[in-house]
Structure formats: C-alpha cells, structure tokens
C-alpha cells in the first residue's frame, strides 16, 4: 500500500540553524500539507500547496518557513533560522484529489537547543 | 473564533463501548474526520462524514449532526490496541484540517 515517506525520522540543531525536512508523499497525489504538533498539543496546520504554489498558510507560517516542490516527488518544509519554540513534530500529509482523505507521513521530529 | 471540543480522557475496559464526542465551531465546514493516533506516531485516517448520519467502518463508526455542529466517534468492542488519541478534525472549504485537541482512550483489561 502507497504511504508518505518522511526523513529525517529525527532532527536535533542549534537555535538559528536553517533545517530541510523532507516529505515524499504519495506518488499521484496532487495536494501536499504541513502540519505540526508541539509534544502534548494538537496537531496544527502550516501551509497547503497544490499547483506548485501554497494554497493557504497559518499565522504559524510565517517568514522563517517556507516550502518546496523541487521535483517530481519531493515536497520539503525549510526552517530559516529555527527558534527553540520550532520543537515539534512536524508531518507532511497529502491526497489524490480535492475531496479525498489526507493520509499522514510518520513524521520528522524536530529537536532545537 | 474557531474551535473544537472533545474529552481529554476516557477510560475503558476491553469489550466496551466508547463514545467521543466533538462540538466545533469553525467556518468554512466542509466535513468531520476522526484520526488515531499512537504515542509518537503519525495520525491514521479512520472515519469521515461530510453528511449528516451515520457511517460504520467496522468496529468504529462516526456520526455527524451538521445542525448540531456536532459529531462523535463510536468505538465497539473496545480492544487493548485501540488505547491512543482520537482527534475529530474539521475539513474547511479549503481542504486543509483543523484538529481537536485530542482524546486519550485508555483500555483496562
């Protein structure tokens, strides 16, 4: 059964690094989404890209993040210069068609000291 | 504002039935999903009403009062496997989900 892919699995850096996380998501899917869920919280949404270009975005997607189609399969999610409060996990998520479900990576989880 | 309301915790024994309940208050309502989650892994799709009624997928069905802004959850014959977070989600016109803060199911033996 297809699934989204997500690396890496764990990510520790230092406040003000730059991080790349990386989502392949389903190969014929044509809507791809961030979300993030602070250890104990809900999971909240970031950003929704379809068409390569984001779609809608969330006041937490400000201009540190941003993200990327940069080729056929690969959809990422860059953290300028990360802040301490940027500790999360953080799933990628996508789906077939406007009405489809949303099927979850298994998530990259984001360590910043 | 927006907002869903669901239970922070429910607690029962195997065999048992299980009813999370989720009142939103949100804009742009397209539809209603419940995912699982397990401690630190990803949310897994299990139901979605987008109508108002019933819809049963196995041993876990949902159901959705559009009138209401409200829906739930129903777990049968609860199994120890089933213990995790439950989260109702609203899908907005969008497509994009916002979730419930979530409901720990715990199942005793």
């Known amino acids: 059964e297809p699934e989204v892919t997500q690396t890496p699995s764990h990510q520790v850096t230092q406040m003000g690094q730059e991080v790349i996380l990386r989502c392949v998501p389903i190969s014929n899917h044509l809507y791809f989404y961030w979300y993030r869920q602070i250890l104990g919280q809900k999971v909240e949404f970031l950003v929704s890209f379809y068409n390569n270009e984001i779609s809608e975005k969330s006041e937490i997607f400000d201009d540190q993040f941003s993200v990327e189609r940069p080729d056929g399969s690969n959809f990422t999610l860059k953290i300028r210069s990360t802040k301490l409060e940027d500790s999360a996990m953080y799933f990628c998520?996508?789906?077939?068609?406007?009405?489809?479900?949303?099927?979850f990576g298994p998530g990259t989880r984001l360590t910043v000291l | 504002g927006q907002s869903l309301e669901q239970p922070s915790e429910v607690t029962a024994v195997e065999g048992a039935i299980v009813q999370i309940n989720c009142t939103y208050q949100t804009s742009g309502f397209y539809g209603l999903s419940w995912y699982q989650q397990h401690d630190g892994g990803a949310p897994t799709f299990l139901s979605y009403?987008?109508?108002?009624g019933l819809e049963e997928t196995g041993r876990f069905s949902s159901f959705l009062s559009r009138s209401d802004s409200y829906g739930y959850l129903l777990l049968q014959e609860l199994q120890m496997k089933d213990s995790a977070s439950y989260f109702c989600?609203?899908?907005?016109?969008?497509?994009?989900?916002?979730f419930g803060a979530g409901t720990q199911v715990v199942v005793t033996p």
């Open positions: 009403n987008a109508l108002d």
């Open positions: 998520a996508s789906k077939g068609g406007a009405a489809d479900t949303q099927y």
């Open positions: 989600a609203v899908k907005d016109s969008w497509g994009k989900l916002q």
